[in-house]
């Protein structure tokens, strides 16, 4: 039988789990009905000592390592994992159905596909959930999912390619098949709270090396944050009502203080003046309403969410 | 007299010439051309030259002489991304 390897870098515990309940629940059953040989894998990119196997049952955990320092050599280790198709599946990412993501693995059918990409990125196909036949990638030359810097010494005019899109590249240029899934039909069947991981880091790199106001400063300066930190805010919401405990936690154990309390946020947002930028919030915040909801409902809970934003 | 960035500073999209010493300030999609980068955070950017003795250096692109410092991820001077304790410098 096929095998098919469902893999992830996290830093987080809590959000681990999340990601871990929708992988089990939707993805693994469903792939393996086709019938495939579905293992999961989840890579520990930091706080290695608090993802407790008993938490993540059927997981097999990789730890950051020689070979595999960080989630982004992670990504081209695992090509090379014993398996015939990975599904990348980013930490802040949810398939929501099993049965629409595995109608995909039929693309295969066609040699020349090597993957299909459930959440693009502007609307090209992007690592968030990309679906990959291994032999495929493996033919690149390595590293073939890291980003990198072209034209680097042009900066800022080099071009950044983000993991996966040399890849993308240089497998559409040898005559390969990415399966794209536009945007619409990505947003009915998946959630993506893309940065939600990266400001929690952020907020730990900033004050670790600048102190804490430089971090409040940059909240301050940087839109993506301000949606980060609501979508954490969210997923809060939902991991509280599951698991009853805080989500996204500072030190002293205060929810989302990792993050940005709600109380925090909605002082933030009140220093927001400019009213492009408040619509640009409002439509990002709605729009990530929506997926919360959809997998409250899934879950077959209510949730109570914060307001933030002022009208 | 040297220009001194100190820790509680935050730079964003702005250039430091060779006349420039952090100590602490974060710098946000800086240019750092020259310099001696003590201490702090650089994100974003590009360090064209200048030493970094100290501090955290998270995705940028690095073509300066590394001392020392966090290695936290980002491009040597060929584009080509450098793990979490690698050495930008290293062949």
């Known amino acids: 039988m096929q095998r098919l390897l469902i893999a992830s870098p996290h830093r987080y515990p809590d959000l681990a789990r999340l990601w871990h309940r929708i992988v089990t629940r939707e993805l693994v059953p469903a792939f393996a009905r086709l019938p495939l040989e579905v293992d999961v894998n989840i890579f520990c990119d930091a706080n290695a000592d608090q993802f407790h196997p008993n938490l993540f049952p059927g997981v097999r955990f990789s730890y950051s390592g020689p070979g595999m320092r960080d989630f982004m050599e992670f990504y081209d280790r695992t090509l090379h994992a014993q398996c015939d198709f990975l599904l990348f599946l980013d930490a802040d990412t949810f398939l929501l159905n099993g049965n629409w993501a ?94 939600t991981t990266g400001f929690r880091s952020s907020r730990e790199h900033t004050t670790q090396a600048a102190g804490e106001r430089v971090f409040w400063q940059s909240v301050g300066e940087y839109p993506a ?13 939902l991991y509280e009502s599951l698991y009853h405990e805080p989500f996204a936690p500072d030190q002293a154990g205060r929810p989302l203080g990792g993050s940005l309390t709600v109380a925090d946020l909605r002082q933030v947002l009140k220093g927001v003046r400019d009213p492009n930028q408040l619509v640009l919030l409002r439509e990002r915040f709605e729009l990530s309403q929506q997926y919360i909801l959809r997998m409250a409902a899934q879950e077959g809970v209510e949730l109570s969410i914060p307001f933030v934003l002022s009208d | 007299m040297p220009l001194v960035l100190a820790r509680g500073e935050l730079y964003r999209e702005k250039r430091f010439g060779p006349n420039t010493v952090n100590q602490g300030a974060a710098l946000f999609e800086c240019e750092w051309d020259g310099g001696r980068f003590e201490a702090g955070l650089f994100t974003g950017g590009i360090f064209r030259s200048g030493e970094f003795v100290g501090g955290i250096f998270l995705g940028g692109t690095f073509c300066g002489t590394w001392v020392g410092g966090i290695w936290e991820g980002g491009f040597d001077r060929s584009g080509i991304y450098r793990s979490r304790g690698d050495s930008p410098s290293a062949p």
């Open chain 1, 102 to 195: 595995s109608s995909y693995f039929e693309a295969f059918d066609n040699p020349n596909v090597a993957a299909v990409s459930f959440v693009p990125r502007r609307e090209a196909p992007a690592i968030f959930a990309l679906l990959c036949r291994a032999e495929s990638f493996r033919a690149l030359p390595a590293p073939a999912l890291a980003c990198r810097y072209e034209f680097p010494a042009n900066w800022p005019h080099g071009i950044n390619l983000q993991p996966g899109e040399f890849a993308t590249r240089e497998l559409i240029k040898s005559g390969k098949i990415i399966v794209n899934i536009a945007g619409d039909e990505s947003s009915r069947n998946a959630a993506n709270f893309r940065g």
């Open chain 1, 225 to 237: 944050y301000l949606i980060a930190a609501y979508d954490n805010v969210l997923l809060g919401c």
